[in-house]
């Protein structure tokens, strides 16, 4: 039986249950009005996203907790993506925008090691100084990053029209197949790499619900994120319309969004002075994100016929080479601090400001 504990526990998704009623009731009387109002109703659900995102988080980590490896990382990143594959196919049924995904991917990789990493390097260097993580783990993420952004976002740029769909096909399975042999190695025979000193698990599972529970609560906030996500892409795509805003702007929503909860986890560790965590949490998140989001949404475009725009333009090329040569220097000597942590930020601000001047 669900206690009333564990149902007051529960209040972002009843709230976002509530949003969503709200929404698509009121979704065409916003899209008449226009302005304040639309807008309001679009702050609105968008915070009912963000809620549902982190109880996704927090049923992840418990069945992550008690299921224990390989099972644990598989439904922490496969839940994590999940949110953001879930907005991204409802923006793509909407606006039809064919670099969308391309925008969100590369977002997600700013916003994972340049905001994430940088802004918890520097609260942790503030409050420990130095703190230690694993060399292993830091090589490997940025030796499989390097791979994956290569094939999925570089080499496209070459790739022509008549050949796209074969190259789809290839990119499809070898990023399916990186990913699997990278969770094995990461859980099994490598595990050593992805951790350091004394293993610690945070108490998030205080109500001591069954796993069922949790399970059910997840796929049921992965559904329900689904379907706010409708109302968000319609409210989006008539406001940005006239209004000047930099087009980018959904694809910077969506890896917000997911983003978010890593976002908290990987300040609190850093704070802690486990910056094992956050260097597993940013670097594996982006990688993920890679992984998993690109085949899935290429599989869609193959499916449709539709291709989808996966090259980098050159400015965001530029980015991603410096956020990666910056990273490789950084994550060199298995220790971080607070000037490093400036060497990020400085680049998630240039990523901000970009986007504000729509230049990405």
């Known amino acids: 039986m669900i206690s009333r504990k564990y149902l007051k526990e529960e209040w972002p998704l009843f709230a976002a249950l509530a949003a969503g009623v709200a929404g698509f009731t009121l979704e065409h009387a916003a899209l008449d009005a226009g302005g304040a109002v639309l807008w309001s109703l679009f702050g609105l659900v968008l915070a009912a996203v963000i809620g549902v995102a982190f109880r996704i988080a927090h049923h992840a ?8 490896e390989p099972y644990g990382t598989l439904v922490l990143t496969v839940s994590a993506v999940s949110v953001e594959v879930v907005i991204l196919v409802a923006m793509l049924t909407d606006s039809h925008s064919p670099t969308l995904a391309r925008d969100t991917v590369f977002s997600a990789v700013m916003l994972d ?3 994430i990493l940088g802004i918890a390097s520097i609260i942790g260097g503030l409050h420990h100084g130095s703190q230690k993580y694993n060399t292993g783990s830091a ?4 030796a499989m990053l390097l791979t994956a952004l290569g094939l999925g976002m570089f080499i496209p740029d070459f790739v022509s029209e008549a050949h796209w769909p074969a190259y789809s096909a290839f990119s499809v399975g070898i990023m399916a197949l990186l990913y699997v042999a990278f969770l094995r190695l990461q859980t099994v025979e490598h595990r050593e790499f992805f951790e350091y000193g004394k293993i610690e698990h945070e108490a ?5 619900s069954p796993n069922w529970t949790h399970a059910t609560v997840l796929v049921g906030s992965v559904v ?12 989006l795509g008539v406001g940005l319309q006239g209004s000047g805003l930099p087009m980018t702007i959904p694809a910077v929503m969506v890896a917000l969004i ?3 909860p890593e976002f908290m986890a990987a300040i609190n560790a850093a704070r802690s002075d486990r910056m094992q ?3 597993n949490i940013a670097l594996g998140a982006s990688l993920a994100t890679v992984l998993l989001t690109l085949p899935v949404i290429e599989g869609i475009a193959l499916f449709t016929g539709d291709r989808i725009v996966m090259a980098l333009t050159p400015i965001q090329a530029g980015m991603l080479l410096v956020t990666l040569l910056v990273s490789m220097n950084n994550l060199h000597d298995g220790e971080s601090n607070a000037i490093e942590g400036m060497s990020n930020l400085a680049l998630f601000a240039g990523f901000v400001a970009m986007t504000v001047m729509g230049l990405f």
């Open 61 to 68: 980590e418990v069945l992550a907790v008690r299921l224990g």
């Open 139 to 142: 090589n490997s993420y940025l």
């Open 224 to 235: 329900l994120v689904g379907l706010l996500s409708e109302i968000l892409s319609v409210l």
């Open 277 to 279: 965590t956050t260097v």
């Open 113 to 115: 090691i340049n905001g």
């Open 204 to 208: 998030h599972d205080i109500s001591g």
């Open 258 to 260: 997911s983003a978010s």
